[in-house]
């Protein structure tokens, strides 16, 4: 039972350009969705979240939109630097506890 | 400043034998998770412990594995009598509340052969 799903399992962005990673979720009691990013040979790193009841958070870079009736939500990143490449992770959050993570995008900015 | 430290880094044990990996949360945080990563797969949810507590285990199997936060000391997770099939990363996160944010370490490989 994936609840949360992420489609395309890796994407490819020239350095400069917007990159758009896209994740959908079924479980509609999830509270917050986070979106983390992961170095080969380490843990995920925090990047940026959103709760339930908004639709667009901005972090410098990154912006997570959130469709609640779509049951989406995705992550641009704009301008897409090198540093950038890793794998993603969309995770929805219910009860203050687990996280419930999605398959991972691996993103490659081309220089 | 010691973000989550987790030992060791990568762990190889033979069918049948037991593995120990250890999670020492980020000071001050009294929230450990637990998450599991399969080749080729997001990471799943295994247990959730508060100090001398377990708060949810429902993403443990039931046999072979166990968990525990003392209240010296870091979380262990342990799985006897490992298989192929428990190969994986495993990967350790703390909070300081239920809901914050969860800072991850490093990971933990598991290579059975």
């Known amino acids: 039972d994936q609840q949360v799903k992420q489609n395309s399992p890796s994407l490819s962005v020239q350095e400069g350009r917007i990159s758009i990673l896209n994740c959908d979720y079924t479980n509609s009691m999830f509270d917050y969705f986070l979106w983390y990013k992961k170095y080969p040979a380490e843990g995920p790193t925090f990047l940026i979240s959103i709760s339930s009841i908004k639709d667009k958070n901005e972090d410098g870079r990154f912006t997570v939109f959130l469709n609640k009736s779509a049951k989406h939500l995705s992550l641009h990143i704009v301008p897409s630097q090198p540093g950038d490449s890793a794998v993603y992770f969309c995770?929805?959050?219910?009860?203050?506890?687990?996280?419930?993570f999605g398959t991972g995008t691996r993103l490659t900015i081309i220089p | 400043n010691a973000g989550v430290m987790q030992n060791p880094r990568h762990l190889v044990r033979r069918r049948g034998q037991e593995a120990r990996l250890r999670c020492s949360p980020m000071k001050g945080h009294s929230h450990v998770y637990w998450y599991r990563q399969l080749p080729e797969e997001g990471l799943k949810f295994m247990v959730y412990l508060q100090k001398e507590n377990i708060i949810d285990e429902s993403g443990m199997p039931k046999e072979r594995f166990s968990a525990e936060f003392p209240k010296e000391g870091p979380s262990i997770l342990r799985i006897q009598q490992v298989v192929r099939g428990d190969s994986a990363a495993y990967f350790c996160?703390?909070?300081?509340?239920?809901?914050?944010?969860?800072?991850f370490g490093p990971g933990t490989r598991l290579t059975v052969t």
């Open positions: 995770a929805g959050l219910f009860g203050n506890e687990k996280l419930t």
């Open positions: 996160a703390s909070s300081y509340r239920g809901g914050d944010e969860q800072y």
